[in-house]
């Protein structure tokens, strides 16, 4: 009897002027916001190319990326950047092997050893690091870490880039500990329970089962933060110093890209000089860098990645 029952249709009504000036309006809008992202990257670039192209008519590509010296503002003028390539890659190295054992070893803790409690507290206190302005770094690595650095090793200079390479090294911390720490724990219980039936220690999971699973995720954090230690800009105008020159030494005064575009940025190079056009051509190199250092980190991402 009950399935003879005739069913009831039920009717919703809309306002069909307000459902089809919403279909019509809200696409438009989400189209303005990709399309508004897409011009600004795409005037980015054309204003790097085309201000390096025009640099690049007045100085030798050859000279530029493998001259050994750096003078644009002082006579003899000299264009070679690798004064500054090495600058910025000798702290980067140095930011690299403070952040990303220290980063790691915080990620392992957090996924695999910490209580509930404790990892709800300590990751955002570890993350309010990544909060700190990068000027206040900048000063602190100048008044503290120098003169730490000058009592351990009296030949220290006051500019130096051992002193910012740690400071940088720092900062980027919590970027290396809470992507390692979410790749970590994205991984399976599963995994983990069944390299403790087969009599596996807590941390023979963590090191053999849980890093090698996460690897894309590790790998990926560590190449991004070396891309963020690559574009600072403060720290290393305030700590590293302005002397553009070839050393291996990390207790001497060295300049890195991003602080020679400061320097010559501050309003006394004319615009449209040769000068001017040394801003574009460090700017276009160091966007070459992070931007092929940001496609490794996907291919990474995308090659090493475990779905479960």
């Not at 700590?239 to 991003?258: F, R, V």
Request: aromatic share 10%; glycine share 8%; proline share 6%.
């Amino acid at each position: 009897m009950q399935g003879n029952l005739p069913q009831r249709e039920t009717t919703i009504s809309f306002s069909n002027g307000k459902v089809h000036l919403s279909d019509k309006l809200v696409p438009i809008l989400l189209f303005l916001c990709a399309a508004l992202s897409v011009v600004t990257t795409i005037g980015i670039v054309y204003t790097l190319f085309s201000e390096t192209f025009s640099f690049l008519k007045q100085v030798k590509i050859t000279e530029f990326l493998f001259g050994t010296k750096w003078s644009p503002l002082i006579a003899p003028k000299s264009f070679g950047i690798l004064p500054l390539l090495g600058g910025t890659l000798m702290i980067t190295v140095i930011a690299c092997l403070v952040a990303i054992p220290i980063g790691l070893a915080s990620a392992i803790y957090l996924s695999e050893y910490a209580p509930g409690r404790v990892r709800k507290m300590v990751k955002p206190i570890l993350e309010v690091l990544a909060g700190i302005p990068t000027i206040v770094y900048g000063y602190f690595a100048l008044t503290f870490v120098t003169p730490l650095l000058k009592f351990i090793f009296p030949s220290t200079g006051m500019f130096n880039a051992l002193s910012a390479g740690l400071v940088v090294g720092i900062m980027i911390i919590p970027m290396v500990s809470s992507l390692s720490e979410d790749a970590m724990s994205a991984v399976p219980r599963s995994l983990r329970n069944g390299a403790y039936a087969l009599g596996a220690t807590r941390f023979e999971v963590a090191l053999k089962i849980v890093v090698p699973a996460a690897f894309s995720g590790i790998v990926s954090s560590a190449v991004l933060a070396f891309s963020r230690a690559i574009g600072e800009t403060m720290i290393v105008t305030i700590a590293a110093g302005a002397t553009p020159h070839l050393t291996w030494n990390p207790l001497e005064s060295i300049q890195t890209m991003t602080a020679y575009i400061v320097q010559v940025s501050m309003g006394d190079t004319p615009h449209g000089s040769i000068e001017y056009g040394t801003i574009f051509a460090v700017g276009m190199t160091l966007f070459v860098i992070t931007f092929l250092l940001n496609i490794l980190a996907l291919w990474v991402a995308r090659r090493f990645r475990e779905e479960y």
